[in-house]
T-cell receptor
Framework: SQQGEEDPQALSIQEGENATMNCSYK?????LQWYRQNSGRGLVHLILIRSNEREKHSGRLRVTLDTSKKSSSLLITASRAADTASYFC???????????FGTGTKLQVIP | KAGVTQTPRYLIKTRGQQVTLSCSPI?????VSWYQQTPGQGLQFLFE???????NKGNFPGRFSGRQFSNSRSEMNVSTLELGDSALYLC?????????????????FGEGSRLTVL
């Protein structure tokens, strides 16, 4: 399967702590995106990092990309209960390739 | 600006029936892609339409089909429903095609259509 792997599958932390989730993929990519999904609802785009970038920030989010290891990580700092959701990485390799989503990390932030 | 609208939000069908789901993209977006989400298989790409043409198709049987109209609205159809087709079906719109090209931008998702097959 070409599906990306994410770990951990589930993560439970206290409010105020940082949450880190990782995504590994199998092909060369043009960019990698992170999405968030609240229970059973649509996905919301969080951040996009291009293959020639190593790190990107957006508010409390920090994304890194290591193309040599084919991996990316998403860090959420100072987590809030409202951050409770599932997080997915998504990427597309070159050419006419469909977008592929990772398996997702389910984050629970305890108030 | 209105978001992506999917209808119906919930539906229940029985095995052997068929179902049609609708997706209205964000105004100006010409790409609509469809995804199936299940607990076991996760998010799987079904197909993408851009300017009324199917650009790519995932690994799903021919019972799954779709189309796009001139106003960019899209429908997907599943015929001869099976129990395993129970899932959340998500559509997403974007300015540029999901498949092909370079530097594909973000996808804007609808809330999904939750299909239960009994």
């Amino acid at each position: 399967s070409q599906q990306g792997e994410e770990d951990p599958q589930a993560l439970s932390i206290q409010e105020g702590e940082n949450a880190t989730m990782n995504c590994s993929y199998k092909t060369s990519i043009n960019n990698l995106q992170w999405y968030r999904q609240n229970s059973g609802r649509g996905l919301v785009h969080l951040i996009l990092i291009r293959s020639n970038e190593r790190e990107k920030h957006s508010g409390r989010l920090r994304v890194t990309l290591d193309t040599s290891k084919k991996s990316s990580s998403l860090l959420i700092t100072a987590s809030r209960a409202a951050d409770t959701a599932s997080y997915f990485c998504a990427y597309r390799s070159g050419g006419y390739q469909k977008v592929t989503f990772g398996t997702g990390t389910k984050l629970q932030v305890i108030p | 600006k209105a978001g992506v609208t999917q209808t119906p939000r919930y539906l229940i069908k029985t095995r052997g029936q068929q179902v049609t789901l609708s997706c209205s993209p964000i105004s100006g977006h010409r790409s609509v892609s469809w995804y199936q989400q299940t607990p076991g298989q996760g998010l799987q790409f079904l197909f993408e339409y851009f300017s009324e043409t199917q650009r790519n198709k995932g690994n799903f049987p021919g019972r799954f089909s779709g189309r796009q109209f001139s106003n960019s609205r899209s429908e997907m159809n599943v015929s001869t429903l099976e129990l395993g087709d129970s899932a959340l079906y998500l559509c997403a719109s974007s300015l540029r095609p999901v498949t092909g090209g370079m530097n594909t931008g973000e996808l804007f998702f609808g809330e999904g259509s939750r299909l239960t097959v009994l």
